[in-house]
């Protein structure tokens, strides 16, 4: 039986392409010069280091211009809180989303069934499974679930036909 897989993975090598490409260039350049202004990257969270909210702002708009070069969608930022830490330095922790949420994954779910499509859609962890009788009709799933969930940047695997 046809099926393929709904996923929401970024590729984490080209993320940290991007953190260190913006490490360099904090380093570099000019209105950062004497600041506290930083980048690092842990596991799946980058956390923004500054002297001020202004200067997060910079350096977050500086990671989403290099992550949008190097092809990895800006909506898999998780935006944190802008923290207090010491004195007059903030900090901001960003997480990368990877894996489909329990709750977005029944959104697609319900949006399957509310489209008279003859698939089914099953959750598998952090992945939805679509399976169809015809390939036209898991294309069209596809279609439904790129238009239905706009704010994730969602991927499709493992076609089988």
Avoid: C, H, W
Avoid at 130 to 157: C, H, W, Y
Wanted: charge should be positive.
């Amino acid at each position: 039986m046809p099926s393929f897989d709904t996923v929401l993975e970024a590729d984490l090598v080209e993320v940290k392409n991007a953190v260190d490409q913006v490490a360099r260039e904090v380093g570099t350049r000019f209105d950062f010069k004497g600041t506290s202004a930083a980048i690092e990257l842990k596991d799946k969270d980058i956390t923004l280091y500054g002297d001020a909210d202004f200067q997060l702002t910079q350096v977050e708009d500086v990671l989403r211009s290099k992550l949008a070069k190097r092809g990895v969608d800006v909506r898999f930022l998780d935006m944190g809180k802008v923290e207090k830490i010491g004195g007059d330095k903030v900090k901001q922790v960003v997480k990368v989303k990877n894996g489909i949420s329990t709750e977005d994954g029944k959104k697609i779910q319900q949006a399957i069934k509310g489209s008279k499509l003859k698939v089914q859609g099953a959750i598998q962890g952090d992945a939805v499974r679509v399976t169809g009788a015809k390939r036209d009709d898991l294309q069209a799933a596809m279609a439904l679930i790129r238009s239905e969930m706009k704010d994730l940047p969602l991927s499709f695997n493992n076609f089988r036909d």
